[in-house]
């Protein structure tokens, strides 16, 4: 007996949700889409160096975390790669472990 009104709100609210949850495909259009493709690929770079600030300085934020892999658009074995790169260089200080400024 005192389930039967508890359902009803329930099968409102989740009306309510649908409505709200509707996706629409053009959904990544919103932001420019820019064409990833990983840069050490296309270079066919050997390996990675963690000397080569210059580089992976592209791939860390202002705060020093290494940007991840669906923004810099790396592939999962160089991500990987400049990931251990950036850990060495931060170990010699040539990379802030946090906050430039
Ligand atoms: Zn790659």
Same mark, same amino acid.
């Given at each position: 007996? +005192?389930?039967? *009104? +508890?359902?009803?709100? $329930?099968?409102? =609210? ?5 409505? /709200? =949850?509707?996706?629409? *495909? ?6 420019? &889409? /820019? @064409? @990833?493709?990983?840069?050490?690929? &296309?270079?066919?770079? *050997?390996? !990675?160096?963690?000397?080569?600030? @210059? ?13 991840? /892999? /669906? !923004?810099?658009?790396?592939? +999962? ?6 990931? &251990?790169?950036?850990?060495?260089? $931060?170990?010699? +200080?040539? &990379? *802030?472990?946090?906050?430039? @400024?």
């Amino acid at each position: 007996m +005192a389930e039967y *009104p +508890a359902r009803s709100e $329930r099968s409102s =609210d989740s009306r309510g949700r649908d409505s /709200r =949850d509707s996706r629409s *495909p053009d959904r990544k259009r919103r932001f420019q &889409v /820019r @064409k @990833k493709v990983c840069r050490f690929c &296309v270079d066919k770079t *050997p390996f !990675i160096d963690y000397k080569d600030v @210059k580089t992976l300085r592209f791939f860390i934020t202002e705060r020093g975390k290494i940007l991840p /892999r /669906r !923004i810099s658009g790396n592939c +999962a074995r160089h991500q990987r790669e400049i990931t &251990v790169a950036l850990q060495r260089c $931060r170990n010699i +200080a040539l &990379v *802030p472990f946090s906050g430039e @400024k």
